[in-house]
């Protein structure tokens, strides 16, 4: 094929791309400044005046919940890891059974806009707001980091830039950190302007778009197989680049491996895996943008009703995944996957690509196929951005500002003010963290999201409301402890220490920084994390998954805290348990 062939096909894949996106975020726009007109009080900013219906607020979870690292993320992980990428699918798809069994109603019952409202409603409101803001504003930006660098990794690949290439004027690196400047920009206006409806309708219309083409691609998928299975995983490991190839379809290639005569690394290995299984199960009970969504349906019934419809849109999905790992490793292959995109995250749309040329017709299918996925792509990213910055300045001006500073002598009007004045704080700084952290796999940081909702909130959010004893000292002691844990586990595991630890050899460096460091890089596990230390060092604790560290400590802290206290108010417990159970006096 020629140069200027070559040359004519990159152009129509731009163009198609920044068309499609164009209209995109003019609807979502649109949607946005049509709910700004219905937005006239505080519970409308923050809980969207709890009009949704079940099925809407199912269908905004799972728009809130199937991030980047659902679509872009986990196709990537099991592409390149196969069964073992797989395991983020099950881990996200199970944590709603525990959120529907303990937190969903109750939550919806207890709380008003945020996840303080229900630590707080028995404690003194001062430090326990303030850790709990604090809290939501940690899981918050380290889940907004993963949408930023999904949305760099896959500018490049829509952009058709690789390295060497321009466009307009831009490098591919220039490409990705404007990409996560102008969704950062989106995500302030999403949200000062249309608040919670705003976001929700954004959420739903996301959520459709994302099983339609979600269901597409694993339709052409199979197709491309004659509906087999067993077709399309033999020929995934084939082409996998594993020794043997049957290793690509079992457990041990990522988590729980392996090492012959090292059973320091073997233990490490598994343990994990147990780490990582964890953060995914019980992460999801205590994410801040995923509990402020029971506020939004009138009632407990309805907030059951939705996360029953988040289980089946999101388990439906998550099943979909499946086919466009395996798809992507069968029919892009792991090489092409990992010249464009050393973490991954461009396995889906270049599937996309894969198959449009395959069934629309050459290089102008597969411009199009790809262009209608990277619109999706970029639509889940907008949605799920808004979600998470809503969070964030809705727990700043609510906890922080109207409860902390202001000790409840506020109006609604001047918290809204507020709230919108810190999206735009929010905003600035996931952009600027995004642009350092473009290089993660996204499915990894979300990973690292899970494990500090788990450490910090969860244990708090159950204890209040289900332990009489449970106090003031208890909540900030289990919030402060499990934050401080799982970020500070993190920094001493081989993905800050450039993936080189004292029990096993080197699994997360790319091909770079293993010629940097002077190790040998292996095929068998490619994560693209990028060293924040010395890669010559020994990290100090060789899990890469900090749950099974913080999220005991937080639940261990949280007790001592509490029974060390000689604080207690049975009344109030006897008054919060009442409202859980019934609704009665809710909001």
Known sequence: MSETYLAVSATTTRTLTLTLFVVLVAVTLGITVWASRQTRSAADFYAGGRSFTGFQNGMAIGGDYMSAASFLGIAGL?????????????????????????????MRNSGRYTMADVLAFRMRQAPV??????????????????????????????????????????????AKIVTIALIG??????????????????????????????????????????FNLSSLLGEAAAKSGRTPPEAFLEPGLRYGREFAGNAAATLASKLDLISLGLA?????????????????????????????????????????????????????????????????????????????????????????????????????????VAGLTLASSSSLAHDLYANVVKRGQTTERQEVVVARYAAFVIGAVAIVLGVFARNLNVAFLVALAFAIAASANLPAILFS?????????????????????AVGVVLLSPIAWGGVSDARTPATLTAAQAK??????????????????????????????????????????AAIGAL??????????????????TGAGAH
Request: hydrophobic share 55%; with cysteine.
């Open 78 to 106: 099991i592409a390149l890891n196969g069964y073992d990428g797989f395991l983020y699918s099950i881990g996200f798809l199970v944590a709603w059974l525990v959120a529907l069994l303990l937190v969903a109603e109750l």
């Open 129 to 174: 707001r303030t850790a709990g803001s604090i809290s939501t504003i940690v899981v918050s930006i380290f889940y907004l980091l993963a949408q930023m660098v999904g949305a760099g990794a896959l500018v490049a690949l829509l952009l058709g830039i690789k390295a060497g290439d321009t466009f307009l004027g831009m490098s591919a690196e220039t």
């Open 185 to 226: 920009v989106l995500m302030i206006v999403y949200v000062t302007v249309g608040g919670m409806k705003g976001t929700t309708y954004v959420q739903i219309v996301k959520a459709f778009m994302l099983m339609i083409g979600a269901l597409l691609l694993t339709l052409l998928v199979f197709a491309a197989f004659k």
């Open 280 to 384: 995914l199960v019980l992460g999801t009970a205590g994410l801040p943008h995923i509990l402020i969504r029971f506020y939004t349906v009138p009632n407990a019934k309805a907030a059951r009703k939705s996360v029953v419809w988040a289980i089946g849109i999101i388990g439906v999905f998550y099943l979909m995944t499946l086919a466009l790992g395996f798809g992507a490793a069968a029919l892009v292959g792991r090489q092409a996957i990992l010249a464009q995109d050393p973490g991954g995250n461009t396995a889906a749309p270049q599937l996309a690509e894969a198959l449009g040329k395959r069934y629309l017709g050459g290089d102008f299918g597969g411009s199009l196929l790809l262009a209608v996925i990277a619109a999706v792509a970029f639509a889940t990213i907008l949605a799920v």
């Open 465 to 485: 409301l289900f332990w009489k004893r449970f106090n003031t000292r208890g909540a900030t002691w289990g919030i402060y402890a499990g934050l401080l844990s």
């Open 516 to 557: 940097t460091c002077g190790v040998a890089k292996e095929s068998k596990a490619v994560s693209n994390a990028t060293a924040l230390f010395s890669c010559t060092t020994a990290a100090p604790i060789p899990l890469e998954n900090p749950g099974l560290i913080s999220i005991p400590i937080g639940f261990i802290f």
């Open 564 to 581: 060390t206290s000689k604080e207690r108010d049975p009344d109030k417990f006897a008054e919060l348990e009442a409202r859980s159970m």
